[in-house]
């Protein structure tokens, strides 16, 4: 029984921190292609980014690093919260054995 829980537990984490590890690796890897494509750091880079940056890819490149950041700071806020409700499990709703 208790290996059966485990095993549901640890396949459930797994999914969710799979999930955020996602997040991760798009934004990571928007944010540095970002600049190769749609943001080049030269003369001719700043003329050609009036045209490319409104382009669709330079667009979802944009948008998947605007949401990667924001997944990632709800990752923290939710790993904090559930932190804080363990503490504060332990800390008074533990029964007391004396």
Do not use: D
């Not at 750091?41 to 700043?46: F, M, N, P, T």
């Amino acid at each position: 029984m208790f290996g059966k829980v485990f095993q549901q537990t640890t396949y459930f984490i797994m999914n969710v921190a799979g999930i955020y590890i996602g997040w991760i690796f798009l934004h990571m890897i928007a944010a540095n292609l970002y600049p190769i494509y749609c943001a080049e750091w030269s003369i001719w880079g700043v003329i050609k980014s009036a045209f490319v940056a409104p382009a669709p890819h330079c667009q979802a490149l944009r948008w998947v690093i605007n949401n990667g950041g924001t997944m990632i700071n709800q990752m923290w806020i939710v790993l904090g919260t559930w932190i804080c409700g363990k503490f504060a499990e332990k800390m008074f709703f533990e029964k007391k054995i004396e």
